[in-house]
């Protein structure tokens, strides 16, 4: 059965992966259309075999080229049109799927042309129903095809088409009687050089990653040229750009990557469910198909891209931005540091070797994020020896003196270029004997983190809110007045050489400050983490706002008082700050503006410098399959929880107050814990109590914000007044409805657990 070249499909929208050849044996991928965010009116990918047949003079053969299909192996036969025959191919033994081959078939009897015949067209097939679109360009209207029955995903059956021979490609999903559409190419135009001469050869489509799929999506009603507005695309939110010349009702094409479109199973697939159904709820990563970069949109409550500009408490969210600039050292860079709103935040997503070339792409980032932690893990450190400069081309050696440790540890480090702190180091302390085979390195990094994370150093001190978490101290310049940024600068580039050799660091930091290293939203809600009387304070001129009540009677400016050692300073919010009254026009302004010092301003020269000294070995892009929960279990390492003496120390509250535990909801509870792994263990003690870090002398000494012991307590609730679990850091407190099944409660569990890191509420 002869075989016809692969004619360039329509953009559709939904196609199974196809691959055309070019002339001669170079390939030309050519992507699948998948399935468009309405899910309606797939269209099946066409080609018309052969590129055209060519009369061989002398004798009677016909010439085609022709492409392997997919699925097909060498030594496999498949069938491709040649002119007005099917005819049957074996796959060469060095071809594989997309490769260009060249046959050369008898001319048709009676034939004079390249096909051999002359004769009048064949007729439409009985299975195909042409569609009356008044919108379609001339030439190119579009078809229904009924696929035959024997058709499974993938497979290929021809259909004869406004006199052409075609090869339809049967899309995955689709099953024998169903149709799917497609826009067949334009008919061969005829040429003037006579009966012998060869068909005109229709310009080559232009080359196309076979790792892309294209969709086809209407431009919501509203949206206007150049605005932006999100879609499901293949169960994955993606933002599309209205194009200049485009208005509401027409249509569009855009293409993704499949990897992105690989469907996530098992627990992923009910996280990613839920994800989507609480996306109108809270910010969410997407892809800007313009530059495949990474943005973060937040969804209004009808599903359109929420545009309010102006603040709001449970909505708006921002994202530090870093303008990386040369230094006045060339191994140093400096960098501007700002909070902008998150939908103004992007993110690369490729990687460049060494050598200059891509290590990362989009594909393997996006494969990478549906992954389970420890696969991640994996993948990040084989990444990391990917950009790891080669031994021969020079490594590091550190000598420095225990007695001295942090000084010339600094003196070493920071001596160093970005790329001398990717290659691998070495270390010997002076005067000791010892190889380092990676236990010198492990003691250097423990150590070195110990040390600088001290509050007696005065760089960093304990959370107000969580004892056992560390935030940057914002007098930290009272505390080392000459060098107290390089002290920041120095720890972001061993943080950053931790976890880029696999290492782990002492402290544990405080929740936003991870955000921060990945670029994640921070929302008025993560003020509570910081200092949750300051919190309910703004939460209750909220409310005041909010019963119409003046607030310019609370006699408040743009300002905020800081108190440092003993001595009291005043902070102005924005420019003149001091003379601008606090009313209730401009009360989202002041919140928005306390929020953001708190996140940043208190401390921003400290960030800036500890996330360039970070970034002077992490690419950031490298960092966006990790939430922040699994970025601290990444550095700090899995803590070594004791199950039994956590129970041991569990007091019970609520529901569960009367039984004192014995509650079957508790003890099933415990069963679960029990059974969870290291990774699930630590994310649970991440949601109640805000950090994966286990007190030294067990779960009976665990703190709450006053730095009073606080034990992990379970309260019991019912169902009606809240699905999931719910945590209260503040007071290590799990919010356990009264389930009436272990695995229900086993259930909610887990998705609480996990999905506490994307901001969705669950309740």
Same mark, same amino acid.
């Given at each position: 059965?002869? *075989?016809?070249?692969?004619?360039?499909?329509?953009?559709?929208?939904?196609?199974?992966?196809?691959?055309?050849?070019?002339?001669?044996?170079?390939?030309?991928?050519?992507?699948q259309?998948?399935?468009?965010?309405?899910?309606?009116?797939?269209?099946?990918?066409?080609?018309?075999?052969?590129?055209?047949?060519?009369?061989?003079?002398?004798d009677?053969?016909?010439?085609f080229?022709?492409?392997?299909?997919?699925?097909?192996?060498?030594?496999?036969?498949?069938?491709?049109?040649?002119?007005?025959r099917?005819?049957? %191919?074996?796959?060469?033994?060095?071809?594989?799927?997309?490769?260009?081959?060249?046959?050369?078939?008898p001319?048709?009897?009676?034939?004079? $042309?390249?096909?051999?015949?002359?004769?009048?067209?064949?007729?439409?097939?009985?299975?195909?129903?042409?569609?009356?679109?008044?919108?379609?360009?001339?030439?190119?209207?579009?078809?229904?095809?009924?696929?035959?029955?024997?058709?499974?995903?993938?497979?290929?059956?021809?259909?004869?088409?406004?006199?052409?021979?075609?090869?339809?490609?049967?899309?995955?999903?689709?099953?024998?009687?169903?149709?799917?559409?497609?826009v067949?190419?334009?008919?061969?135009?005829?040429?003037?050089?006579?009966?012998?001469?060869?068909?005109p050869?229709?310009?080559?489509?232009?080359?196309?990653?076979?790792?892309?799929?294209?969709?086809?999506?209407?431009?919501?009603?509203?949206?206007?040229?150049?605005a932006?507005?999100?879609?499901?695309?293949?169960?994955?939110?993606?933002?599309?750009?209205?194009?200049?010349?485009?208005?509401?009702?027409?249509?569009?094409?855009?293409? /993704?990557?499949?990897?992105?479109?690989?469907?996530?199973?098992?627990?992923?697939?009910?996280?990613?469910?839920?994800?989507?159904?609480?996306?109108?709820?809270?910010?969410t990563?997407?892809?800007?198909?313009?530059?495949?970069?990474?943005?973060?949109?937040?969804?209004?409550?009808?599903?359109?891209?929420?545009?309010?500009?102006?603040?709001?408490?449970?909505?708006?969210?921002?994202?530090?931005?870093?303008?990386?600039?040369?230094?006045?050292?060339?191994?140093?860079?400096?960098?501007?540091?700002? @909070?902008?709103?998150?939908?103004?935040?992007?993110?690369?997503?490729?990687?460049?070797?060494?050598?200059?070339?891509?290590?990362?792409?989009?594909?393997?980032?996006?494969?990478?994020?549906?992954?389970?932690f420890?696969?991640?893990?994996?993948?990040?450190?084989?990444?990391?020896?990917?950009?790891?400069?080669?031994?021969?081309?020079?490594?590091?050696?550190?000598?420095?003196?225990?007695?001295?440790?942090?000084?010339?540890?600094?003196?070493?480090?920071?001596?160093?270029?970005?790329?001398?702190?990717?290659?691998?180091?070495?270390?010997?302390?002076?005067?000791?004997i010892g190889?380092?085979?990676?236990?010198?390195?492990?003691?250097?990094?423990?150590?070195?983190?110990?040390?600088?994370?001290?509050?007696?150093?005065?760089?960093?001190?304990?959370?107000? %809110?969580?004892?056992?978490?560390?935030?940057?101290?914002?007098?930290?310049?009272?505390?080392?007045?000459?060098?107290?940024?390089?002290y920041?600068?120095?720890? $972001?580039?061993?943080?950053?050489?931790?976890?880029?050799?696999?290492?782990?660091?002492?402290?544990?930091?405080?929740?936003?400050?991870?955000?921060?290293?990945?670029?994640?939203?921070?929302?008025?809600?993560?003020?509570?983490?910081?200092?949750?009387?300051?919190?309910?304070?703004?939460?209750?001129?909220?409310?005041?706002?909010?019963? $119409?009540?003046?607030?310019?009677?609370?006699?408040?400016?743009?300002?905020?008082?800081?108190?440092?050692?003993?001595?009291?300073?005043?902070?102005?919010? *924005?420019?003149?700050?001091?003379?601008?009254?606090?009313?209730?026009?401009?009360?989202?302004?002041?919140?928005?503006?306390? /929020?953001k010092?708190?996140?940043?301003?208190?401390?921003?020269?400290?960030?800036?410098?500890l996330?360039?000294?970070?970034?002077?070995?992490i690419?950031?892009?490298?960092?966006?399959?990790?939430?922040?929960?699994?970025?601290?279990?990444?550095?700090?390492?899995?803590?070594?929880?004791?199950?039994?003496?956590w129970?041991?120390?569990?007091?019970?509250?609520?529901?569960y107050?009367?039984?004192?535990?014995?509650?079957?909801?508790?003890?099933?509870?415990?069963?679960?814990?029990?059974?969870?792994?290291?990774?699930?263990?630590?994310? @649970?003690?991440?949601?109640?109590?805000?950090?994966?870090?286990?007190?030294?002398?067990?779960?009976?000494v /665990?703190?709450?914000?006053?730095?009073?012991?606080?034990?992990?307590?379970?309260?019991?609730?019912?169902?009606?007044?809240?699905?999931?679990?719910?945590?209260?850091?503040?007071?290590?407190?799990?919010?356990?409805?009264?389930?009436?099944?272990?695995?229900? @409660?086993?259930?909610?569990?887990?998705?609480?657990?996990?999905?506490?890191?994307?901001?969705?509420?669950?309740?």
């Amino acid at each position: 059965m002869p *075989l016809f070249g692969k004619s360039k499909p329509k953009a559709a929208k939904r196609s199974t992966s196809t691959t055309s050849a070019a002339a001669g044996a170079t390939t030309e991928p050519t992507p699948q259309p998948p399935v468009p965010s309405n899910g309606t009116n797939m269209m099946a990918s066409t080609h018309s075999g052969g590129s055209g047949g060519t009369r061989n003079s002398g004798d009677n053969n016909v010439v085609f080229r022709v492409n392997v299909p997919e699925n097909v192996s060498p030594g496999e036969e498949f069938s491709v049109y040649a002119g007005n025959r099917i005819v049957r %191919v074996r796959c060469p033994p060095d071809s594989r799927p997309g490769q260009s081959l060249q046959i050369t078939v008898p001319a048709e009897r009676g034939g004079s $042309g390249p096909g051999g015949s002359n004769g009048p067209p064949p007729p439409d097939s009985p299975n195909v129903t042409r569609i009356n679109d008044p919108s379609a360009a001339p030439g190119q209207s579009p078809y229904m095809v009924a696929i035959p029955d024997g058709m499974r995903g993938g497979q290929q059956f021809p259909v004869s088409i406004n006199g052409q021979q075609l090869m339809v490609t049967c899309p995955p999903n689709i099953r024998p009687g169903m149709s799917v559409r497609i826009v067949p190419p334009a008919p061969p135009q005829q040429g003037n050089g006579g009966a012998d001469a060869p068909a005109p050869r229709r310009a080559p489509a232009p080359r196309r990653d076979a790792s892309t799929q294209m969709f086809e999506v209407v431009v919501p009603k509203g949206v206007q040229s150049g605005a932006p507005f999100a879609l499901l695309a293949g169960g994955q939110r993606v933002l599309v750009t209205c194009p200049p010349n485009a208005t509401q009702g027409q249509k569009i094409r855009f293409e /993704l990557p499949i990897a992105l479109l690989q469907k996530k199973t098992g627990q992923a697939s009910k996280m990613a469910d839920i994800k989507l159904a609480y996306d109108k709820d809270g910010w969410t990563r997407t892809i800007r198909v313009t530059d495949m970069k990474f943005q973060w949109v937040r969804m209004d409550d009808k599903g359109d891209v929420e545009l309010n500009k102006r603040f709001h408490a449970e909505k708006s969210a921002y994202v530090r931005k870093i303008d990386f600039m040369p230094g006045e050292d060339i191994r140093i860079r400096s960098g501007k540091l700002s @909070l902008v709103p998150a939908s103004e935040a992007v993110v690369d997503s490729k990687i460049m070797g060494p050598d200059g070339r891509e290590i990362v792409g989009y594909n393997d980032l996006a494969s990478a994020q549906v992954q389970n932690f420890d696969d991640k893990a994996e993948w990040f450190f084989t990444t990391c020896a990917k950009l790891c400069v080669e031994w021969n081309e020079g490594h590091m050696r550190m000598n420095v003196r225990r007695d001295y440790l942090l000084s010339d540890s600094i003196d070493a480090v920071m001596s160093l270029s970005r790329k001398d702190l990717r290659k691998v180091w070495r270390f010997e302390f002076i005067g000791e004997i010892g190889i380092d085979a990676g236990g010198l390195a492990r003691e250097w990094f423990q150590l070195v983190t110990t040390e600088i994370f001290d509050p007696f150093m005065g760089l960093w001190q304990s959370s107000a %809110v969580n004892q056992m978490c560390m935030q940057i101290n914002p007098a930290s310049e009272i505390s080392c007045p000459e060098d107290h940024l390089l002290y920041f600068r120095f720890l $972001g580039r061993v943080m950053g050489k931790a976890l880029f050799d696999r290492q782990l660091v002492s402290g544990h930091m405080i929740q936003h400050i991870y955000k921060h290293m990945l670029g994640w939203p921070c929302t008025f809600k993560d003020l509570e983490t910081i200092d949750e009387e300051y919190y309910n304070n703004l939460k209750q001129l909220e409310t005041i706002s909010k019963k $119409g009540e003046d607030i310019s009677m609370m006699c408040l400016d743009f300002t905020v008082t800081e108190e440092s050692l003993g001595q009291m300073e005043t902070v102005e919010l *924005l420019p003149n700050g001091a003379d601008v009254e606090v009313d209730n026009d401009n009360f989202p302004e002041y919140m928005e503006a306390c /929020l953001k010092y708190r996140m940043l301003g208190r401390v921003k020269p400290q960030l800036n410098e500890l996330l360039l000294g970070f970034y002077d070995v992490i690419p950031e892009p490298l960092l966006t399959v990790f939430d922040f929960q699994e970025l601290e279990l990444l550095m700090c390492g899995l803590p070594n929880i004791e199950v039994e003496d956590w129970k041991r120390h569990t007091e019970y509250s609520g529901e569960y107050e009367q039984t004192a535990g014995d509650h079957p909801a508790c003890t099933w509870f415990w069963e679960v814990v029990s059974e969870f792994d290291h990774e699930m263990q630590a994310r @649970l003690l991440q949601f109640v109590t805000g950090t994966s870090g286990v007190p030294a002398r067990g779960f009976g000494v /665990l703190q709450g914000n006053d730095g009073n012991i606080r034990k992990f307590t379970i309260h019991g609730i019912e169902v009606g007044f809240c699905l999931y679990p719910r945590a209260h850091t503040c007071f290590n407190r799990l919010d356990l409805p009264l389930y009436t099944s272990k695995a229900e @409660l086993e259930e909610r569990l887990r998705l609480a657990v996990t999905m506490v890191a994307t901001g969705f509420d669950l309740e």
